[in-house]
């Protein structure tokens, strides 16, 4: 998992909790003598251990913190690769171009990004199906993103975002629909 991605953890950490939480949460998981940095990729079992020292921690589901963490990853996400965007693009156009924009460009600064495959399906101007691909089994943190992209483009109160199959596995399908 990408270094950027741990940052934004401990961001997202400090910011609804404190920086006392993050010290425990590293303690807990075995990882207190590491420092994270952006240009470095790190085992994706770091995260795992995060995530499930925090669901320990608060009682909140593993699934639902994933979910929280990426609403919250959003605004940096967009700010990050707004060079990639079109202006016109809400929601659904968002999710639509994820894997040929955002996640080439991912792909390409570094050999060992891997971001999940989104194969996307739109069937008309106000749904598609994501196909979420990937063996992290993380899918919930693409509802998040998702959610938060709503949130993004002022459209929450009208997005649905149901997840069709379980959210365990490494291929889940997504239902996106705006209202």
Partial sequence: MHGHIFMLLRRYVQTQYDHSTWLKLMQNAG????????????????????????????????????????EYLVPDLM??????L???????????NTERTMHKQVRSEHAENRPPVLEVQRLNKNELFIDYISKRRMSGLAVGIVRGLATYFDEADR??????????????RIHVRRR
């Fill in 31 to 70: 990882l207190e003598t590491l420092e994270f940095d952006h240009k470095t990729v790190y085992p994706d079992q770091h995260i795992y251990d995060l995530v499930g020292q925090a669901a320990q921690m608060t009682g909140i589901p593993a699934g639902e913190l994933h979910e929280k963490f990426g």
């Fill in 86 to 96: 079109r202006p016109e693009w809400k929601t659904l156009d968002m999710i639509e």
């Fill in 159 to 172: 997005i649905e975002v149901l997840s069709t199959t379980s959210e365990e596995g490494e291929q889940v």
């Fill in 79 to 84: 700010f990050m690769y707004q060079k990639h």
